[in-house]
């Protein structure tokens, strides 16, 4: 299912809703996403309604993280399965957003930007 | 009727225009001359075709069909023979078809009897190695199709993917993440990475310029 991004924004923070998944077809609609970084302090990417997420996926989230760091923008991710989390640890993008379940936390956490 | 073809094999059907099709010195062309020719031919129908034309005197006496059919070598066949089969499939090689691929190699594995979690790393390894076999090793030609076998020896599910291509195979450096944030790394390259990390055992195999890769995944944890 191709992927469709829905995006708010509160508190300087850029709310992403990622539904469908995210392979090749991704490419566009995170570009468009990634234009909308600019002036945010922080990007919340919400996994909750992600079906799949191909190793081409994760090369978008790498090319995503990239240009939110351009940005100043920093990057978290709420809504992922056991699975997927254990698919950020063993490719370390647990390391480069941060990774959690509560959304509250992922704001505050993103909110300060990426210093 | 019921007729078994080998694996590599053809089955033949040609209507009687050509086996009755009537030389010069008045023999019929006949079945065994069909079967002669379209021995190692690459266009076995147009070969026979054109050997008849060649054969016949006179003008054509009556309609000329034929049908070549060519059983394609089966991945299990190539492969190593594990436990029995659960699943065999083919798909085109063209973008979009690993989540497929993923999907039901999750259903056989679980309905085999395997935990969800080592399910869905199973299908993530099957979605990475298929599309690895479509883009690097059949150059995304849909004429080139994946082949997929999923076996189960009772304790574990043994997946066989294997490309029908000329490709050199995914050949990269071992991602990392600092490097690829930096730039100094591509963003791509995660796929072999992610099954060699997702299942339990992995083997490469090339028989007869067809590259097999072979997934093990154990049902339970153990």
């Known amino acids: ?115 | 009727v019921e007729i078994s073809v080998p694996n590599g094999g053809l089955l033949v059907i040609a209507s009687d225009g050509v086996a009755e099709a009537h030389g010069a010195d008045g023999s019929m062309y006949g079945f065994q001359r069909v079967a002669d020719v379209v021995q190692g031919a690459k266009d076995p129908a147009g070969a026979v075709v054109d050997d008849v034309d060649d054969f016949a005197v006179g003008a054509q006496e009556d309609d000329i069909t034929i049908v070549v059919l060519r059983r394609r070598i089966s991945a299990k066949d190539s492969a190593s023979s594990f436990g029995s089969t659960l699943l065999e499939f083919q798909l085109p090689s063209v973008d979009g078809i690993e989540r497929d691929a993923m999907d039901r190699v999750m259903d056989a594995a679980t309905g085999a009897g395997m935990e969800l979690s080592r399910a869905k790393k199973l299908g993530t390894a099957v979605a990475e190695a298929v599309m690895n076999a479509a883009e690097h090793g059949n150059g995304f030609d849909p004429e080139r199709p994946v082949d997929v076998v999923v076996s189960d020896d009772g304790s574990v599910v043994e997946v066989n993917v294997t490309d029908n291509g000329p490709g050199a195979g995914e050949n990269i450096d071992t991602p990392d993440i600092d490097a690829k944030i930096a730039g100094d790394q591509g963003p791509r390259g995660w796929g072999r990475f992610l099954i060699e990390k997702l299942v339990d055992e992995l083997e490469d195999q090339v028989v007869d310029g067809r590259h097999t890769l072979t997934m093990r995944m154990r049902k339970e944890d153990s």
Not at chain 1, 3 to 8: P, R, S
Not at chain 1, 35 to 55: C, E, P, R
């Open chain 1, 1 to 115: 299912m191709s992927l469709t991004v829905n995006t708010e924004v509160a508190q300087n923070v850029l709310m992403a809703h990622l539904d469908g998944d995210l392979d090749r077809a991704a490419d566009e609609p995170l570009a468009e996403l990634e234009t909308q970084f600019d002036g945010t302090s922080g990007v919340v990417l919400d996994f909750s309604d992600t079906g799949f997420i191909a190793s081409s996926g994760l090369a978008l989230l790498v090319r995503l993280v990239r240009s939110a760091s351009a940005a100043g923008a920093a990057v978290a991710a709420i809504g992922l399965d056991d699975h997927y989390r254990h698919v950020f640890e063993i490719t370390r993008l647990d390391s480069v957003m941060v990774v959690t379940e509560d959304k509250e936390a992922a704001v505050a956490a993103v909110s300060g930007g990426n210093q």
